[in-house]
Nanobody, 122 residues
Framework: QVRLVESGGGLVQAGGSLRLSCAAS?????MAWFRQAPEKEREFVAA????????YYSESVEGRFAVSRDNAKDTLFLQMNSLKPEDTAVYYC??????????????????WGQGTQVTVSS
């Protein structure tokens, strides 16, 4: 069992930046960020596999967000720039316990963090 702990959320004005971190208690395969706004489904944001440098993004954040990971510290990051009010949501870290195929699919991930709130004011 791997425990995930997110940090870095908060309140920011539109156009501002935040950096989220997700510390895992052990090594994992693909790690990802999802988010859930009030009364909406949880949606994929970004992901990165354990090996290599390829990153994956949803269309809504492509070009504004950057995902990275430090395997030595079992930590995933999400740098969020040019934030918009529609980015307001609880952001969840997720990690897979096996090699993933569909990185944007929630069922690929066995472990989830408790979430961190990001609020972007207009």
């Amino acid at each position: 069992q791997v425990r995930l702990v997110e940090s870095g959320g908060g309140l920011v004005q539109a156009g501002g930046s935040l950096r989220l971190s997700c510390a895992a208690s052990g090594p994992t395969y693909t790690m990802a960020w999802f988010r859930q706004a009030p009364e909406k489904e949880r949606e994929f944001v970004a992901a990165m596999k354990r090996m290599g440098t390829r990153t994956y993004y949803s269309e809504s954040v492509e070009g504004r967000f950057a995902v990275s990971r430090d395997n030595a510290k079992d930590t995933l990051f999400l740098q969020m720039n040019s934030l918009k009010p529609e980015d307001t949501a609880v952001y969840y870290c997720a990690a897979a316990d096996r090699i993933t195929v569909r990185v944007s699919t929630k069922s690929e991930y066995a472990y989830w963090g408790q979430g961190t709130q990001v609020t972007v004011s207009s």
